[in-house]
């Protein structure tokens, strides 16, 4: 038991007030976790394009004022009644793609997609749709069910993990989102040992599926990015082969080049970039018979993607996957360990580091082409 148990905490969080405002630091409110919830002390946390996105006002969804933020990192300062998968002390990562293991979903065995939280999550609200935040007695919503720009925040216990403590939290932070979703896309999808990859875009997603791309032992893996500088990160991570689809001929798509040079195809390709038209290419770079192109970049709400049908009639799969298909509580404790046992990168990330008070910096660092992730000590 620590002295705020069953206490309000006051403490600073970086608060969204409308849509395309940056962030304030206020003083908020942490009401104490009620039954099956968590209030963790969140120590670090890095900055993804979904947060940003949320914060421009372009996601319809979107609900303000609101304390955005999902790759965090921290320790667990109290537990509501019934809780029983993290204790005080713990060191831990929020999810927000819940695993309860009760719900249709979670015992299909199919999906990592857990339903037990999803639909007050999407409200910004805990499940007796409330909020914990408040900032001078009114109400500020959640986000993502881990609203982890707070010093304090409060999850539900199905969207929290324990971690190995010796992992530096500074750095797994970046396992709540971008290097996992990354990791699970590749490494659940059985086949592609030995089989030749193609990844779009070399962000922090596009880096996490060459890295995964190796640890399972794929024999080519050609990376694609318009920005020239993304070559030396996509061969350090493992890319064999980097192509700048601005710099083929007039007129050549990177989908036919990529065909020519494979002689018919990739085996799999994954987009990491969110764009529809990416998308398309990559689907359709795809070996006939049996290609597979998985979706895992984030296109804005409304987008729509297209292709011939013969793409799929002639055994070409489009798939996609959420948080790379991670049912997190099972799986984030192996993957923290697969890290510190040095298969996984996760230091090689962190290109820019910011203060909390530096917070809207850390938005305009990740524009920039040489930002793979920034992590703020919210200290
Ligand atoms: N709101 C958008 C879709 C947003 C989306 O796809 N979110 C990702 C996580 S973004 C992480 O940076 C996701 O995994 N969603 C699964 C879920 O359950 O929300 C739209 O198009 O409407
Ligand atoms: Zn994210």
Not at 3 to 23: H, N, Q, R, S
Not at 69 to 96: A, F, N, Q, R, W
Not at 111 to 134: E, I, P, W, Y
Request: charge should be neutral; aromatic fraction near 6%.
């Amino acid at each position: 038991m620590s002295d705020t148990t069953g206490k309000v905490i006051t403490c600073k969080a970086a608060v969204c007030w409308g849509a395309g405002e940056p962030l304030k630091i206020e003083d908020v409110e942490v009401a104490p976790p009620k039954a099956h919830e968590v209030r963790i002390h969140i120590l670090y946390t890095g900055i993804c394009h979904t947060d940003e996105y949320t914060r421009s006002g372009k996601d319809p969804e979107g609900l303000f004022p609101v304390i955005l933020g999902h790759e965090g990192g921290g320790i667990v300062e109290s537990v509501g009644e019934g809780v029983t998968s993290v204790k005080v002390g713990d060191h831990v990562i929020p999810l927000y793609t819940a695993e309860c293991r009760e719900c249709k979903f979670c015992k299909s065995g199919k999906t990592n997609l857990c339903s037990s939280v999803r639909a007050t999550q999407g409200q910004g609200l805990m499940t007796d749709k409330t909020s914990r935040f408040t900032v001078n007695g009114k109400p500020v919503h959640h986000f993502m069910g881990t609203s982890t720009f707070s010093q304090y925040t409060v999850v539900a216990d199905v969207s929290v993990v324990a971690v190995n403590p010796k992992a530096p939290l500074e750095k797994v932070c970046l396992l709540g989102c971008g290097i996992t979703t990354a990791w699970g896309a590749v490494v659940k999808q059985p086949g592609i040992a030995g089989s030749t990859v193609a990844v779009f875009g070399c962000g922090c997603i596009g880096l996490g599926v060459i890295n995964a791309s190796t640890l399972v032992k794929a024999s080519r893996i050609i990376a694609v990015d318009t920005n020239p500088a993304k070559e030396a990160w996509a061969k350090k991570f493992g890319a064999t082969d980097f192509i700048n689809p601005t710099t083929l001929p007039e007129g050549k798509r990177i989908q036919d080049y990529l065909v020519e040079i494979t002689d018919g195809g990739l085996d799999y390709t994954f987009d990491a970039t969110g764009n529809v038209h990416v998308m398309r290419a990559a689907l359709e770079a795809c070996h006939k018979g049996w290609g597979v192109s998985t979706v895992i970049g984030v296109a804005a709400a409304g987008q729509e993607i297209s292709t011939r049908p013969f793409q799929l009639v002639t055994g070409r799969t489009w798939r996609g996957s959420a948080f790379g298909g991670v049912k997190g509580r099972t799986e984030l404790p192996g993957l923290v360990d697969d890290y510190l046992a040095g298969k996984v990168r996760v230091d090689e990330y962190v290109t820019h580091h910011r203060k909390f008070a530096e917070i809207n910096e850390g938005f305009h660092d990740m524009h920039g082409g040489d930002c793979i992730r920034c992590v703020v000590d919210m200290s």
